[in-house]
T-cell receptor, first 123, second 108 residues
């Protein structure tokens, strides 16, 4: 059973960079049959897909965030991470890491989620 | 970008009743790459249905998904107390993968 757990700062200053980590158990982040993604939900708003990484290096990002987002893996710790630059109050949200399956270059629905980490942007 | 609109916004029902939740897409979702999630406070969303109509692992058969193209439905045949939560649809056909705004299922 794949389990995920987010970790990182609960408070970020405006204009700074957010760094979040997702620790994975029950699967390897190097697996070619999984993708590793980040999804967020601002207060009172719908879920927003941020992006994912698969095969340790192939990334796909939401065009609305692409200029500020980097998703990467740390194979030594079996973790993957999110970096989001130039944070503003609009980036205040619950951030989830999630995983799903990929086959023949196509990735599907996120069937495994972490419990989420609340990130507030404020000075 | 595909915009998903869910209705109703809130559904107030009692245990034992039938719930019907709708998700309408702004354009046709090729391959029926549409999933439904259940979301409870303090937890990550739980995938109930994928491919519009296939139940996820361990999902009770009172949950069923249907539809194609732009109109999709999640039906809960007989509500159990643990089913009262927020439900989201999501398409994963192509980037960006978007979500509906959610339907809140409340106790009547």
């Amino acid at each position: 059973q794949v389990q995920l757990q987010e970790s990182g700062p609960g408070l970020v200053n405006p204009s700074e960079t957010l760094s979040l980590t997702c620790t994975v158990s029950g699967a390897s982040v190097t697996s070619g049959s999984h993708f590793w993604s980040w999804i967020r939900q601002p207060p009172g708003k719908r879920l927003e897909w941020i992006g994912y990484i698969s095969n340790s290096e192939s990334t796909k990002y939401n065009p609305s965030l692409q200029s500020r987002v980097t998703i990467s893996v740390d194979t030594s710790k079996n973790q993957f991470s999110l970096q989001l630059t130039s944070m503003t109050a609009a980036d205040t949200a619950m951030y989830y890491c999630a995983t799903g399956s990929c086959h023949s270059g196509r990735c599907y629905e996120p069937w495994g989620w972490g419990p989420g980490a609340l990130v507030t942007v404020s000075s | 970008e595909i915009v998903l609109t869910q209705s109703p916004g809130t559904l107030s029902l009692s245990p034992g009743e039938r719930a019907t939740l709708s998700c309408r897409a702004s354009q046709s979702i090729a391959g029926n790459y549409l999933a439904w999630f259940q979301h409870k406070p303090g937890q990550g969303p739980r995938c109930l249905v994928y491919g519009a109509s296939t139940r996820g692992n361990g999902i009770p058969d009172r949950f069923s998904g249907s539809g194609s193209g732009t109109d999709f439905t999640l039906t809960i045949s007989r509500l159990e107390p643990e089913d009262f939560a927020v439900y989201y649809c999501q398409h994963y056909g192509y980037s960006p993968y978007t979500f509906g705004q959610g339907t809140r299922l409340d106790f009547k």
